[in-house]
């Protein structure tokens, strides 16, 4: 390569010495500068999204904090549900053969040759009037036609 090199006169070297230069630049522009300064910018977004994101946290906790502070309001105080369930099964003339509290804060409840209709009614007034969260039911045929019996797992809402 020297001896080729040699082999070209002085105008000839200089382009050639030059040119290898300017590729060299280019070639660490393209492929190491270029995707240093990509990468820059992507951090530097995301840095703004994770920004954003906090303050939108520190907005939910104080939020929180406050709600805490004044007693949350009416739909987050806690309710004796063992009493709630008790009253409106009696009002609706449902069959409770158990009611089991657990340590999640929910109530178990198993009826026993329960009218399917009345049950439904029940679980619509548990969810949609009383506001709270029927988050499991597990309903099998009784002896007569139209009448079942069923566990269902009931819990405060949030």
């Known amino acids: 390569m020297r001896e080729w090199f040699a082999t070209l006169n002085q105008r000839e070297q200089l382009s050639l010495v030059v040119m290898m230069v300017a590729v060299g630049l280019w070639v660490l522009y393209m492929f190491i500068w270029s ?31 406050a709600l805490r502070a004044s007693g949350g309001g009416n739909q987050n105080q806690r309710r004796n549900l063992t009493s709630l369930i008790s009253q ?3 009002a609706l003339d449902l069959p409770v053969s158990r009611l089991q509290p657990n340590s999640r804060g929910e109530i178990q409840v198993r009826l026993e040759n329960a009218a399917f209709d009345d ?16 988050r499991e039911v597990s309903i099998t045929q009784s002896g007569a036609v139209g009448r079942v019996n069923a566990t269902v797992r009931i819990g405060q809402a949030g």
Request: zero cysteines.
């Open 119 to 134: 049950m439904l009614g029940w679980l619509h007034q548990m969810e949609y009037a009383e506001g709270l969260l029927v």
């Open 88 to 90: 409106s099964t009696r």
């Open 35 to 65: 995707p240093l300064e990509q990468r820059r910018e992507n951090l530097a977004l995301q840095n703004v999204a994770v920004s954003e994101s906090l303050n939108r946290v520190d907005a939910m906790v104080s939020e929180l904090m």
